[in-house]
């Protein structure tokens, strides 16, 4: 399969946009720089001219960029398949990241917010290869945080966001107290 090294530059590139994408459109692999686009075409073009289902692996450490490589891929199906729901395809895709990474992310020696968890997204077209939906699993990869941090690394961030949150009306019944009472530091 195809295989495409990227890096995470912490900033902002003008690499991504609409006129790169369309630059992208219909090129083969090869044709053009190695980009996510290009990844993202192949995909495209394979699913459209076998009718087959196909798969992008975003596979890196902690901080590598994979949400934003996610991200620019769904983008990039949803200008090139002219969806309707385009300007806002990776918005609703990705809609629930900040509760998943409440869950999942947690503070270690190498990253405050640390991902422990994986994601499988699902990308539904349509007959005319346009995007109807999508949908998000996610795994929990780091069970044994729940119990036990390594020093100087926490728990899920949700733990902490609870007890800053015990004494809400609504949280009352938990019977939470600080993050320090509940062992979680």
């Known amino acids: 399969g195809i295989i495409l090294v990227a890096m ?7 690499i991504y946009g609409d006129a790169i994408i369309h630059a992208y459109s219909g ?16 995909a495209y073009k394979q699913m459209a001219r076998n009718n087959k289902n196909q798969s992008i692996i975003v596979s ?7 949400t934003v490589s996610a991200r620019y891929a769904m983008r990039y ?3 090139v398949s002219k969806s309707s729901s385009r300007a806002h395809v990776e918005d609703k895709v990705l809609a629930s990241n900040p509760i998943t990474e409440a869950v999942g992310n947690a503070k270690t020696t190498r990253n405050d917010n640390s991902s422990r968890f994986g994601k499988y997204t699902e990308i539904s077209f349509d007959q005319s290869y346009q995007i109807i939906g999508a949908n998000m699993r996610t795994y929990l990869l780091e069970k044994s945080r729940v119990v036990f941090q390594v020093e100087n690394e926490r728990n899920y961030h949700i733990f902490y966001q609870l007890c ?13 107290g600080r993050s320090q009472e509940n062992n979680l530091l």
């Open 8 to 14: 995470n530059p912490y900033k902002q590139l003008p």
């Open 60 to 66: 890196g450490e902690s901080g590598a960029g994979k």
């Open 77 to 79: 199906f949803a200008t």
């Open 27 to 42: 090129q083969n692999m090869g044709d053009m720089d190695p980009h996510i686009f290009a990844v993202a075409e192949e």
């Open 164 to 176: 800053a949150s015990a004494m809400q009306p609504e949280y009352e019944h938990l019977k939470l």
